[in-house]
């Protein structure tokens, strides 16, 4: 297997669009990924309607929406961070009154972070 395989800029260049749930096993378990990720800070969030106060959701890559999959993957939390400042304009529009924030995708999973 390419050394690389695994990493968050490989993967943007192999696929378009972004990660699912279903894409996270053949990621490499030894490196750690960063994701936005967003929890909302009321219930019946404008960003989620119907959610619960404190629902957690990762970012669209695509529409910049808080989801559950399609999430942009990245290898630093620099990365992710740059990412996130590109986009807080469409990003304050589609999750308004949120922080969004750069996270390890594996601890995110876990309900760690």
């Known amino acids: 297997m ?10 943007r260049q ?8 279903s894409d996270v096993e053949s990621l490499d ?3 750690v990924y960063w994701v936005p990720a967003v929890r909302a800070p009321t219930r019946d969030w404008a960003g989620a309607p119907g959610c619960r106060l404190g629902a957690r959701f990762l970012i669209d890559e695509q529409s910049r929406r808080p989801a559950r999959g399609n999430y942009p993957l990245f290898d630093s939390r620099s990365e992710c961070l740059q990412w996130i400042m590109a986009h807080r304009l469409d990003l304050a529009r589609t999750a308004p009154g949120a922080k969004i924030q750069a996270v390890p995708l ?3 999973l876990l309900g760690l972070d």
């Open 2 to 11: 390419d050394k690389d395989r695994g990493t968050g800029e490989k993967w």
């Open 14 to 21: 192999e696929r378009s669009g972004g990660v699912h749930h």
């Open 29 to 31: 378990a030894t490196r």
């Open 106 to 108: 594996a601890r995110w």
